[in-house]
């Protein structure tokens, strides 16, 4: 167990739809990244934030938005979802923003658009 | 451009055998390498990581990797391997926004099936 936590475990939903993606970062972790994983591309970065605030883009659509709240916690908005959108969503947390930081990933949310 | 390949996608071995996982990077300042494990249905777990100093790395499970700056390469190694190490190996690079770390780039992963 990481310490990182994610919800859902799993979503299905329709294209065409919004959800929430929710991850709670291990105690006193500072910065949340978030990934996507899918068949065709892999492993992907979308975005980081540190302490609230963005601090880098990835290959993150328009259509995806992400914040970090005042309790570190972090959401990741996925709208007008299509069939491709379908994979699995990680967060990971890390201490701050030192390049010596490990970054602990969650278990992940697997989102189904059907 | 920053990336990560692992030239092997699939990899079997039996079970006592020796396994080493092959991962070449490009990155155009000192990198920081990864080696993560995803098991069926799990997240990433971190296997160990390079930084600076010795150039051979030990990490948890008896995995160990070599970096080697002349070749481009960090191979995870492990002298004997058991059934419970099938997983998919990431290796990943970190890059850095001016000193502070950024996000991973990932390779494309080595799915490792353990023959009893």
């Known amino acids: 167990d990481s310490g990182v936590t994610q919800t859902p475990k799993h979503l299905i939903t329709a294209t065409g739809q919004r959800v929430t993606l929710r991850c709670s970062p291990r105690?006193?972790?500072?910065?949340v990244y978030w990934y996507q994983q899918s068949l065709d591309q892999g492993l992907q970065f979308l975005i980081q934030?540190?302490?609230?605030?963005?601090?880098a883009k990835g290959n993150i659509l328009e259509r995806f938005s992400a914040q970090q709240f005042p309790d570190l916690h972090s959401e990741l908005n996925l709208s007008s979802l299509e069939l491709g959108d379908s994979a699995l969503y990680f967060c990971?947390?890390?201490?701050?923003?030192?390049?010596?930081?490990?970054?602990?990933f969650g278990p992940g949310t697997r989102l189904t658009v059907l | 451009a920053q990336s990560v390949t692992q030239p092997d996608i699939h990899i079997t071995v039996s079970e006592g055998a020796s396994l080493e996982l092959r991962c070449n990077y490009s990155?155009?300042?000192?990198?920081?390498l990864f080696w993560y494990v995803q098991s069926p249905g799990q997240g990433l777990q971190l296997l160990l990581k390079?930084?600076?100093?010795?150039?051979l790395v030990q990490g948890i499970k008896g995995f160990e990797a070599e970096f080697k700056r002349s070749q481009s390469s960090f191979n995870l190694r492990k002298p004997s391997v058991h059934w419970s190490d099938a997983a998919e190996y990431f290796c990943?690079?970190?890059?850095?926004?001016?000193?502070?770390?950024?996000?991973?780039?990932f390779g494309k992963g080595t799915k490792l099936s353990v023959k009893p």
């Open positions: 105690s006193g972790d500072l910065s």
């Open positions: 990943a690079v970190g890059t850095n926004y001016g000193g502070s770390q950024g996000n991973l780039i």
């Open positions: 990971a947390s890390s201490v701050g923003t030192s390049e010596v930081d490990t970054q602990y």
């Open positions: 390079y930084f600076s100093g010795d150039t």
């Open positions: 934030y540190y302490n609230g605030e963005e601090r």
């Open positions: 990155y155009g300042a000192t990198p920081y």
